[in-house]
């Protein structure tokens, strides 16, 4: 059984950079054919895709997001990793990591891992 949990501070000031990571057991994020990625969903609003690390190594990120987003991996920790940089309080919201078969990642589909999702608030 795969499992992905996200760590990370739940508390972040404005215009910094927020660093979120996800550990996978279960399985490695190096198998083939597999896509994990970052979504997040802020208080009140549907899930956002923000971007995906591919088993190979490829990224691909949201369109809306991508000059401030970045995602990498350590597969010796088994973990990928998302920064957010020059955040503001719209970027409060539950982030979740989770493993696909898909890139782009618009809802949680019942073939999907999901982690059980982090709360980061942006605040002076």
């Not at 760590?7 to 896509?35: A, E, F, H, R, W």
């Not at 401030?68 to 955040?87: A, E, H, M």
């Not at 970027?91 to 979740?96: E, R, S």
């Amino acid at each position: 059984q795969v499992q992905l949990q996200e760590s990370g501070p739940g508390l972040v000031k404005p215009s910094q950079t927020l660093s979120l990571t996800c550990t996978v057991s279960g399985g490695s994020i190096t198998t083939s054919d597999y896509y994990w990625s970052w979504i997040r969903q802020p208080p009140g609003k549907g899930l956002e895709w923000m971007g995906t690390i591919a088993y190979s190594g490829s990224t691909y990120y949201s369109p809306f997001l991508k000059s401030r987003t970045s995602i990498s991996r350590d597969t010796s920790k088994n973990q990928f990793t998302l920064q957010l940089t020059s955040v503001t309080p719209e970027d409060t919201a539950v982030y979740y990591c989770a493993r696909e078969t898909i890139v782009v990642v618009t809802s949680k589909r019942p073939t999907a891992y999901w982690g059980q999702g982090t709360q980061v608030t942006v605040s002076s």
